[in-house]
């Protein structure tokens, strides 16, 4: 399984950007999928998860601002980032946890997509 990160840009504090994580492979199942950063300086840290059921978790530092979601028929998840500030300003990473359906678990993490937000 692989994943595709995408979506990262510029943008100005209090705006909106929307990354996309694309699935790739085939006969897999995706049971937990996540978003994490990397702000400059400090480790990684998740930012968001949601599991097959829809169901999702926040960091405390982007609730009310971010919106995880995803489609499972396509094998793609996004995050919907509001209200941008400075301090999100990262490279954003995706990561996908599942099964094989002939055996077999993943946990793989996407290239990374560089988000800046400036004041």
């Known amino acids: 399984v692989q994943l595709q990160a995408s979506g990262g840009g510029l943008v100005q504090a209090g705006g909106s950007l929307r990354l996309s994580c694309v699935a790739s492979g085939s006969s897999f199942r995706i049971n937990v999928m996540r978003w994490s950063r990397q702000r400059p300086g400090n480790q990684r840290e998740e930012v968001a998860s949601?599991?097959?059921?829809?169901?999702?978790t926040y960091a405390d530092s982007v609730k009310g601002r971010f919106t995880i979601s995803r489609d499972n028929a396509k094998d793609v998840m996004y995050l919907q980032m509001n209200s941008l500030k400075p301090e999100d300003t990262a490279v954003y990473y995706c990561?996908?946890?599942?099964?094989?359906?002939?055996?077999?678990?993943?946990?793989?993490w996407g290239q990374g997509t560089l988000v800046t937000v400036f004041s």
């Open positions: 990561n996908a946890r599942g099964a094989h359906h002939m055996g077999g678990v993943f946990d793989v």
């Open positions: 949601i599991i097959s059921s829809g169901m999702a």
